[in-house]
């Protein structure tokens, strides 16, 4: 059974920072591209980074390109979004997902809020 849980969320000062977990299970991690996503408050889901299988090619949406760095560990199925400089509207529900043969896969989500 496919598993995504995310943690590490939390309530952070602007400026601050946070880096969120995605513990993966139940799918050969290790082969599948992986993304994160997030949905602030009353607005849609947004993509915001992206990382290949063997973590050779990173994408990220503008709104946090050099703040936010993907990464994974394979050998621990593990996905990481560290978020840096962080902002008010980067206040959201983040989200870890991957498609497989048509169907996506979500994890709970974890809350991030930037608030003084």
């Known amino acids: 059974q496919v598993r995504l849980v995310e943690s590490g969320g939390g309530l952070v000062q602007p400026g601050g920072s946070l880096r969120l977990s995605c513990a993966a299970s139940g799918f050969a991690f290790s082969t599948n591209p992986m993304y994160w996503l997030r949905q602030p408050p009353g607005k849609e889901l947004e993509w915001i980074a992206f990382i290949t299988d063997g973590s050779t090619i990173t994408d990220y949406a503008e709104s946090v390109e050099g703040r936010f760095t993907i990464s994974r560990d394979n050998a621990k199925s593990t996905l990481f979004l560290q978020m840096n400089s962080l902002k008010p509207e980067d206040t959201a529900v983040y989200y870890c997902?991957?498609?497989?043969?048509?169907?996506?896969?979500w994890g709970r989500g974890t809350q991030v809020t930037v608030s003084s």
């Open positions: 997902n991957f498609i497989r043969a048509r169907a996506s896969y």
